[in-house]
């Protein structure tokens, strides 16, 4: 990989590169230079790419390094983080590094799998396929849930999984995640724009469940 990242900075005009890879928890990399010296940490998560996608991830790196703007991945860096196989080689590695979940969907009073089926049933959520869904160990009623578009996981909060919050409140929730996943845009973030907020108003409840949100962030379930 270093060799790889040299080949390419020497093009950009750097004539000393470093890098190594880093088990950073997210998908990111860090890097310090001075002059013709540059030194990175890789995320480790790319060990499984071939090397002319390593290359071309370096080129990006360097572009914004010198240009000073947040990265545009090429055809090929894009198309290997959306693929099958990298899910594959580095979903269990982000599961390992996500401390604060439970790791199953089975909650006190909720299935998460179960409400997942029941997105299916309503036609709100065509697949789903290889995402990890997971209840949060600690009740955070400031964030409901959030997801890794990258990696296909799904956390919703356990303060949503109790007798006294309905189940379409969860299984909204659930519904805004799995969007952000079948939403993705070419940056490989997940934003809330326009289109996104079309299709969440098409959860049949969601005026309901919003409320009921703003209610188990201010005085819990």
């Known amino acids: 990989m270093e060799g790889a990242f040299q080949e390419v900075g020497r093009r950009y005009g750097f004539g000393e590169v470093e890098a190594s890879y880093y088990p950073f928890k997210e998908f990111k990399t860090t890097w310090q230079h001075a002059g013709p010296r540059a030194s990175f940490k890789v995320t480790d998560y790319l060990q499984g790419a071939d090397q002319g996608v390593v290359r071309d991830f370096a080129g990006c790196l360097f572009t914004r390094l010198q240009k000073h703007r947040r990265e545009v991945y090429t055809p090929s860096v894009t198309d290997y983080l959306r693929s099958e196989e990298f899910v594959r080689l580095n979903q269990e590695k982000y ?127």
């Not at 290889?130 to 409901?144: A, K, L, V």
């Not at 990258?150 to 919703?156: D, E, G, H, S």
């Not at 919050?165 to 659930?174: H, K, Q």
């Open 95 to 221: 599961l390992r590094r996500s401390r604060n979940l439970t790791l199953s969907s089975f909650g006190e009073v909720y299935d998460l799998e179960v409400l997942l089926s029941s997105l299916r049933r309503k036609g709100l959520v065509e697949d789903g396929e290889g995402t990890f869904i997971s209840w949060t160990d600690r009740p955070n009623r400031f964030r409901m849930g959030y997801c890794s578009v990258l990696m296909k996981v799904v956390a919703i909060s356990s303060a949503l999984d109790s007798a006294k919050v309905p189940d379409f409140v969860a299984e909204y929730v659930l519904y805004h995640e799995m969007l952000h996943l079948g939403t993705r845009t070419d940056s490989l973030r997940s934003y809330h724009d326009a289109e996104f907020k079309r299709l969440e108003r098409m959860y049949p409840r969601w005026r309901e469940a919003e409320n009921w949100l703003k209610q188990v962030s201010r005085d819990g379930a």
